[in-house]
Structures are given as structure tokens and as C-alpha cells.
């Protein structure tokens, strides 16, 4: 069997980065780790192409070359997604698709003419896929209720991927996440409890991408990497020695619930294993939304003195905000402002609250009418998918000023600037290369941030003192300020779109506001 292996078109989003790639001579930030993990388990004898559409497009002789398309996608990626889908279809090739998109809305799929549907987690339907094709089954739905052990999991096709195009590298450790916060997806894609792999797998997975290599960062996908919190520094304390013989030849970062706070031992075996920036979903600072979606997690402890633990441990937090709550205060996007400017967080991922498909949220808001007749997105110039419980216009304004300032350069840098200060943790010695990638970044870094704009006397004055005071932590902060250049532009585009939307809601008649608003999703 001839299988092409495709990755739709990610757009331009906070997690794009696409100004900054521009600037260091990179394609995409991430690869697609599901769809290298299924590569690996795929028959021996099958022969594969795989193309990430953010770096490269496909060829005519790549479809005219196939027997079968596999397409993996998420939410954002779902205008290309469908693309590839008709496309494949016209073509008269089997389309498979899978992934966290396509599981959580087979509808879309189905409709777009997809033969095959390989849901839910590919150790279970990956084989029940091969058997189908076997049998000579020209259709088909494959789920599992099962969750998969993933120590069985063979280790992702990283030699299929171009590494010069890609700005980190992805490895998972665990799936799934304890907590049952009313919004979030997670536990319904992947359930509550968290499963890991063994520290032999991961020390051999990072093994080859040294080998191959690779020194720049690695994300540690996992939803929640210290969902499993024994297992997490059981392989912690594998990894140590690992990074400590190979010099530190990767920078790492994660995803993790901010009850880290919590566990100092915790906290210091990440820092010791080279970890230097977790994403963590803050969400907001207010109390009473965080217990209305079930976050309670975030509110045993005092939020800021959180943050300032984990930061001054050594460890930089890129963090993820939202507004929209039911009962939501007026006000809320200043709050958030504040609290961004308060802890120091350079990267605050700000963003519209939007009810994902099958989660709890979703299915509250259907049983009370209060869904849009359309489907969720992620992207942060969406206006709400729901009815919220005050003005969506107001919510909306609040959401522009408070994205246009959290991103205008010079607060950027004055909190960049506090953030590494705080930064007073253990920091190994690392063998990090300049590459192309940093002798194309780090001038533009200079001549925009130092010369162009008004930033330039501070900026100067801050890299001198980073350089005396935090030497190790110079290249972390030259590529935060890197990250700074794409919002600084992608500002414009949120504001613009947002603008759009709210116009055209100006223009919709109330009585035909509230009736389409309250028209429930079949």
C-alpha cells in the first residue's frame, strides 16, 4: 500500500508564531506528532510520503502516486482539512482521516465524502482500520472506548520530518488530565486518568532526536504533564542524568496545571531536567468563574504567588486566559491585564471563550438553548459560539483593548524584563548552536525592538543588564522577545476581525439577534 500522509494549513493564530518564523527562516512551530506516531504504526511493508502543508504542499505526482490519503487535523485546521477531503475524493483515493477534529465532530468529516474514519486513539483504530482494508470494506467509522496503553506506543517517525523547518520539536509523555474543568475537551478525547509511558521510552525517543541532531526545543505535548504527578518525577529523575551527560542539548517546555505550586520537589526536578517555560491555563483571576467551570484547582491557593513560585524557581510561565464565563463581572479583560502585568507573564494566551464540541460546557449550553447554529473555533478573531451572560458586544470590546495592550511592545518588554529578573533558578549548562535559525532572529530582534521603535533605549539597557545578571537565560530571552514580533503584528489582524464581526452583529435587527442567538445546534 502507497499511503500519503497529509497535515492541513494551520492559520495565522496566537500559536503560529508566523512573524517570528519569518524572521528566523522557519516554516512552522511544531510538527505534527500524531500523525508521525501513526506512520510508525503502519505496516513495515507499506510505503509512506508525508507532507506538513506549513512547510511544503503536495505535488500532483504525490496524489497520481497513492493508494490511500491519511489526513489527521484539529479545529483550527478544518477549511483545509475539507479541502484535502474533496480533493482526495475527486481524485478517486480512499480518504482515512483521525485526530482530535475528526473525533469530536465525525459529522464534519462524513459530510466533506471521508471513506474511513479512524477516531478516538490510533493504537486501538489504527488495526481495526488495516483489517477493514483487508476485508476490502470500501467505508468506514473505527472508535474505541479503550484507552490504550501507551507504553506500547512505538516512537514517532521523526525521521520523516524536515527539522530545519520547524522551530521546536514534539514528544509526549502522557495522556490525559485528572481535573474536569467544564470547558476544556481534554478528558473527553483522551479521559481522566492520566496515562504515561516509561522513562526507558521517553530517554530513547529524545535519544534519536540527539542523534539526529536536533538542539533546540522540545514540547513535551501533554495536556497535563504532571497529571500523573509519582510517574512524572519518576521519569524526571531518569531524565537528570540524561541532559546532565549530553551537556542540556534541549530546551524544554510543557503543559501543566498550575497546583505545581505545590509540589517544590516537583518544581525542582523540572529545573533540574532542563525544563525552562511551561504553558499553564490561568484562565482568569476571578474566583467565582473559576468554581462556575469547575477549575477549582486554581483557586486553593493565592494566584499571583503561585505564579511568582514557580517563576522564581527558574521556570518562565506562558499562560492561557479567557473571558467569557457565565456571571463574568464587567471589567474582566482589565483584571486580566492587570494580573498579566503583575506576574510578569510575557506570553498571556488571550482568548474569547468558545464551547467545544461534546464537552460538558457544550452540552449544558444545547440543553439550555444558548449555542450558536455553527461549529467552535479557536482562532482569537472569533466572536463567542454561544449566548453569554452579558452583552457579547461588551465582552468583545473588553477582549480588543485588552489583547491591543497586553501585546504593544514596550509593556511587552518592560514584563519580559521583570519575568527573567524573577527568574533566580538553577540553570544548567547547555551546548546550544547558533544557527541560521539565531543569526536571523536575533538582528531583526535588535534592529526593530533597538533602532526602530521608541523601545530602543530600554531595550538596550535590558539586554545589558539580562547579559550581566542572567547570562544563562540571554538566549531564552532574546527568542521571548522574538515571540513579541508576531504579536505585536497579529494584534492588528485580532482587532481587525473582531471590528468586522461586531459591525455585521450591528447590523442584524434585535428580535433577529436573539432569535438566531438562541436557535439551539441539532
Known sequence: MKALLLWPIMPNSFWSYQETLDLAGLRSTNPPLGLITVAAMLPSDWEIRFVDRNIRWEVDEDWEWCDVVLISAMIIQKEDFRTLIHKGVALGKRVAVGGPFPTSVPDFALEAGAHYLILDEGECTIPMFLAALVRGEERGIFRSPEKPDVTQTPIPRFDLLDLNAYLAITVQFSRGCPFQCEFCDIINLYGRKPRTKTPEQMLHEFQVLYDMGWRRYVFV??????????????????????????????????????????????????????????????????????VGIHKVQNTRHDLIESCHKITRAGLQIMSGFIMGFDNERPGAGQRIQEFIEETGIPQGHFSLLQALENTAMWNRLQQEGRLFDGMSTLHQGAIMNFVPTRPVEEITQEYIQGFWQIYEPMPYLKRTFRHFQMMNGWRGKTQLQITRTEMGLFPAICWRQGVVRSTR?????????????????????????????????????????????????????PEEKIIHQLEPVS
Not at 240 to 265: K, Q, R, V
Not at 269 to 288: N, Q, R
Not at 466 to 472: E, F, V, Y
Not at 478 to 487: A, I, M, N, P
Open 221 to 290: 505535548v501533554d495536556d497535563n504533564f504532571i497529571g500523573n504527578k509519582r510517574n512524572a518525577k519518576v521519569f524526571l529523575k531518569a531524565l537528570i542524568p540524561w541532559m546532565e551527560e549530553h551537556d542540556y542539548p534541549f530546551i524544554l517546555l510543557t503543559e501543566a496545571s498550575l497546583n505545581l505550586a505545590e509540589d517544590e520537589e516537583l518544581i525542582d526536578l523540572m529545573v533540574k531536567a532542563g525544563f525552562t517555560i511551561l504553558f499553564m491555563g490561568i484562565e482568569t483571576p476571578d474566583t467565582d468563574s473559576l
Open 457 to 509: 533605549f530600554r531595550f538596550w539597557w535590558q539586554l545589558v543588564a539580562i547579559a550581566l545578571t542572567k547570562p544563562r537565560l540571554l538566549y531564552d530571552y532574546l527568542t521571548t522577545l522574538g515571540v513579541g514580533e508576531h504579536f505585536f503584528k497579529y494584534r492588528y489582524e485580532v482587532r481587525a476581525q473582531l471590528q468586522e464581526k461586531l459591525a455585521a452583529l450591528k447590523q442584524v435587527k
